[in-house]
C-alpha cells in the first residue's frame, strides 16, 4: 500500500524574505529529512503550483526543481486552480501505481505576497469560467452567491458563517506555522468589512506565501525503515462545471460529494470512522458545505453544528476539523494547501501535531477543492 | 554650534475627512479610522502646489528673522511631487524669495525623506563653511489613485528650515542614515499617482530602516530613549509611529505631541518635519529631540537635537495655523488634485 513516509511544511505567512523556489526547497529538503531519504532516492516529483506562470512568468518549475536538486528524475508541474496540491498528490498517488516507480516526493508552493493585490485577484480569477469573468465574477463574488444561496434556503445567518473562522482562527492559535496567530470572536467576525455580501474580512482566507511537501512510497523496505509511516487508502478526484451558472444545485459542490463516495468506498470506511479532517475554507461557507458534501453531517443541517463548535480542539469532541488552522488561519499558498492538508493529517495519525494533537486518531481525511468546486480532491489516511 | 536657526511651515486651509472619503467609497469610515489613526487630512487648493506651499513656509522662516537673505548659500528644495519633471524647483523659490544669484540649487527627491537627506547635506554645507545659511524646504502635495489606500493619507504641506551656525534653535548633536534597496512605493516617470506594495511598506520598509537609523544613532550618540524628551518619526498614518516608539523603548507621551497625521494626514516631504514644528511649540531650551524620516525605495536619517533658549523668540504656533480650515467634499477634493 502507498505510504507517507516523510513531510515537512514551511511557515505560512508574508514571507518576502523568500522567493517560491526558495520555499520549495525549504519543504523539499525538510521532507527529505524528516523521511531519512537521500534526494537520489526519490523517483519522480510531482509540483503543483497555480501562479508562477501568471504573476513571475516561470512556468517550467520541473527543470527548476531538477537544477536545484541535481536530479534527472521525471518532474511533473500540476496545474489545477486552489487544488494543485491535492491533484499533484493523486498523480503522485497515480504515477506509483501505473509506473516502475516506488517513491515519489509531492510538493506544492506558492508565492502571492510579493505582487499587488490586485494582480494576485486577476491571477486567481483566471480559475473561474471566462464568462462568469466577463460578468465581473470573482472568487469572494462567486462563494458569496453560494452562501447567499444556502443561508436564504436553510434559514441561517451570518453568524452561522463567523463560527468557522472563529473555530480555525483558534487551531492556528496552535499552530506555529500559521499564518495568523490570533484568536477571534463572533462579534469579531460580524463587524468586519465586507468583502462580497454576506462574506466579510474574516470569512476569507488569506493571500499567503509557503509551500509543504510529502513522500509517498510502495517500498517495503523504505516503509519498515521509516519512523513513522501512515497509509494512503484513497485518494479521488472529482470534477464539475467550472461555472456556476451551469450547476444544477447550488447548496453544494458535486465534485466533493463523488470524490468523496469514491474515497469512502475506496477505503472501505465510512465518515463516522474519521476522527481528524482538514477540509477546504477558503471561505467559511466552503466548510459548512464541505461537511454536509464529505458525508459528515446531513445536507442543511451544518449552520446548526457549526453552532455547537463540536469540531474545535478542546471541545471534548473525538472528530476535529481543520487543527491546522484551516485555510482561514493556516493560511492559502494555493498550491501548497492541498499537501499541507494532507500532511497535517499525517502529523495528526503520527501523533505529532503538538499543541494541536488530537487523543489517539486512527483515520483522517483531507479535501481540497479548485475554483468554487470545478475540481475536488479527496484523500483518506488511516493507520 | 551647528543647527537650524530658523524654521517656518505651510498647511493649505482645505481639509477632507476620512469619513468623507470612505463614505464616498461605500466603506465604514470607523474600520478606516480605527487602522489608520487618520481624521482629516489637509489638501492643497487648485492653486497650489509645491512650490507655493514651500515658498510660503520659506516666508515665515524668514520673516522677523535675524538673518540675511544674501547670506543664503544655498536652496535646496526635497519633494516627490515638484511641479517640473526637469526644471529646479529651488531656483524658482531662490527667485521668489529674492536671495540674489550667489547661491547653489537643487530639488532632491526620496520618497517622504527627501528633505532630511537635504538637512544633512545643507549641515555638511554649513559646517565646512561653504555657506552661511543654507534653506532646506520639504513640500509636497502628495496624492493618491481615487480608491487606494493612499487617499485617506496622502496629504499636502511645507516646512522650511534654515541650516546655519549663529543663534541656532535646535543644535544639530549627530545624525545617522540606513538605506537600502528595498521597493515598497514607487512611482514611475509620467505616471499620476504612486503604487505601493501594500503591508510590504510596513515591517521590512518603515519600521526597518526607522529602527535600523534610530538604533545607530543612539549607538553613536550613547544616548538612550529617556534621553529625549520628545521624538518624531515619519508619520504614513498615526498608528506607525506610535507602533516604532514603543518597540524602539521610548514611550507614548514622547511621541504624541509630534501626531500631526492625525488632523493632516502625511504630508511626505514634510511629514516629519510638520511633527518638529509641532514639537518645537512646546518644547523648552535644554530639551533634547530625536527624528527620524522615512523614505520608500528605502532609506531613514535620524537627527539628535538639543533645542536652545533661541527657541523662546523664535516658536511659531503650528497650533493657530490650523485653526484655519475649510472641510471640503470629495467632489472639491478632486477638483484640487
Request: net charge neutral.
Amino acid at each position: 500500500m502507498t505510504t507517507i513516509i516523510g513531510h515537512h511544511t514551511t511557515k505560512f505567512g508574508e514571507l518576502w524574505q523568500h522567493s517560491l523556489f526558495d520555499l520549495v526547497k525549504q519543504s523539499v529538503f525538510g521532507a527529505l529529512k524528516d523521511s531519512g531519504l537521500g534526494k537520489d532516492e526519490v523517483e519522480a516529483i510531482f509540483f503543483g503550483n497555480m501562479l508562477g506562470g501568471v504573476l513571475e512568468n516561470n512556468l517550467h518549475g520541473g527543470a527548476k526543481l531538477a537544477e536545484m536538486l541535481g536530479l534527472n528524475i521525471p518532474i511533473f508541474r500540476v496545474e489545477s486552480a486552489c487544488a494543485s496540491g491535492g491533484v499533484a498528490f493523486n498523480l503522485g498517488m497515480n504515477y506509483i501505481t501505473s509506473s516502475q516507480a516506488k517513491t515519489v516526493l509531492v510538493v506544492g508552493a506558492e508565492k502571492m505576497t510579493d505582487y499587488a493585490a490586485d494582480a494576485v485577484i486577476s491571477g486567481l480569477s483566471s480559475a473561474t469560467s471566462g464568462e462568469e469573468q466577463e460578468a465581473g465574477l470573482t472568487f469572494p463574488g462567486l462563494y458569496a452567491m453560494l452562501a447567499r444561496y444556502y443561508l436564504e434556503k436553510y434559514s441561517y445567518t451570518e453568524k452561522h458563517l463567523a463560527y468557522v473562522s472563529v473555530k480555525n482562527h483558534y487551531h492556528g492559535l496552535l499552530n506555529d506555522n500559521a499564518h495568523f496567530q490570533k484568536k477571534i470572536t463572533v462579534a469579531d467576525v460580524l463587524a468586519s468589512p465586507y468583502v462580497a455580501d454576506p462574506l466579510k474580512v474574516l470569512d476569507s482566507s488569506p493571500i499567503s506565501d509557503g509551500a509543504s511537501a510529502l513522500i509517498i512510497t510502495t517500498d517495503k523496505s523504505l516503509i519498515k525503515k521509516a519512523k513513522r509511516a501512515v497509509s494512503v487508502l484513497a485518494s479521488e478526484v472529482a470534477t464539475d462545471s467550472i461555472s456556476l451558472s451551469a450547476r444544477k444545485n447550488l447548496d453544494e459542490l458535486l465534485a466533493t460529494r463523488i470524490a468523496a463516495e469514491k474515497a469512502f468506498r475506496e477505503a472501505k470506511i465510512t465518515p463516522k470512522d474519521i476522527s481528524i479532517a482538514e477540509v477546504h475554507d477558503c471561505f467559511s461557507i466552503a466548510e459548512l458545505l464541505a461537511m454536509e458534501d464529505l458525508g459528515f453531517w446531513k445536507k442543511g443541517t451544518a449552520g446548526k453544528h457549526m453552532e455547537t463548535m463540536s469540531t474545535m480542539h478542546g471541545n471534548g469532541s473525538d472528530f476535529i476539523v481543520n487543527s491546522s488552522g484551516g485555510l482561514k488561519a493556516a493560511g492559502h499558498p494555493v498550491g501548497a494547501t492541498g499537501i499541507k492538508q494532507i500532511g497535517e493529517v499525517y502529523l495528526q495519525l503520527t501523533e505529532q501535531a503538538g499543541k494541536r494533537q488530537i487523543h489517539k486518531p486512527r483515520y483522517g481525511l483531507a479535501h481540497n477543492v479548485g475554483g468554487s468546486g470545478g475540481t475536488a480532491v479527496v484523500t483518506i489516511l488511516g493507520n | 554650534m551647528i543647527g537650524i536657526c530658523d524654521y517656518g511651515f505651510y498647511v493649505p486651509r482645505y481639509r477632507i475627512s476620512t469619513e468623507e472619503i470612505a463614505r464616498h467609497w461605500g466603506k465604514n469610515p470607523e474600520q478606516i479610522l480605527n487602522s489608520l489613526g487618520i481624521v482629516e487630512k489637509a489638501i492643497g487648493g487648485a492653486d497650489e502646489d509645491s512650490l507655493t506651499m514651500a515658498y510660503e513656509s520659506a516666508v515665515m522662516a524668514l520673516c522677523d528673522s535675524d538673518i540675511d537673505r544674501k547670506q543664503i548659500g544655498a536652496v535646496f528644495v526635497g519633494s516627490e511631487t515638484h511641479p517640473y519633471a526637469v526644471n529646479p524647483t529651488a531656483t524658482i523659490l531662490g527667485e521668489y524669495l529674492d536671495i540674489g544669484n550667489d547661491y547653489l540649487a537643487y530639488d532632491t527627491q526620496f520618497a517622504c525623506k527627501a528633505a532630511t537627506g537635504a538637512i544633512i547635506s545643507a549641515l555638511a554645507h554649513v559646517k565646512a563653511g561653504f555657506s552661511q545659511y543654507v534653506l532646506v524646504s520639504g513640500t509636497d502635495k502628495a496624492t493618491g489613485q481615487p480608491g487606494d489606500a493612499l487617499e485617506y493619507s496622502a496629504g499636502s504641506a511645507a516646512v522650511t528650515c534654515i541650516i546655519g551656525s549663529k543663534n541656532v534653535l535646535l543644535e544639530y548633536i549627530d545624525s545617522t542614515s540606513f538605506s537600502s534597496d528595498t521597493p515598497d512605493f514607487w512611482r514611475r516617470s509620467g505616471i499620476s499617482h504612486p503604487s505601493h506594495a501594500g503591508r510590504f511598506t510596513g515591517e521590512p520598509a518603515y519600521f526597518h530602516h526607522i529602527f535600523g537609523a534610530v538604533n545607530s544613532l543612539l549607538k553613536k550618540t550613547r544616548l538612550k530613549p529617556k534621553d529625549f524628551t520628545r521624538i518624531i518619526f515619519h508619520m504614513p498614518n498615526g498608528v506607525f509611529p506610535v507602533k516604532a516608539a514603543l518597540r524602539l523603548g521610548f514611550t507614548e507621551a514622547q511621541v504624541k505631541e509630534s501626531l500631526v497625521v492625525k488632523q493632516l494626514g502625511n504630508s511626505y516631504s514634510a511629514s516629519a518635519l510638520m511633527g518638529l514644528c509641532a514639537v518645537l511649540e512646546i518644547s523648552q531650551p535644554g530639551e533634547r529631540i530625536l527624528l527620524a524620516s522615512y523614505g520608500s525605495g528605502a532609506g531613514s536619517d535620524a537627527f539628535a537635537f538639543k533645542v536652545t533658549k533661541h527657541i523662546l523668540q523664535k516658536r511659531k504656533l503650528l497650533s493657530k495655523l490650523l485653526e484655519r480650515k475649510e472641510n471640503i467634499s470629495y467632489d472639491t477634493y478632486r477638483k484640487f488634485l
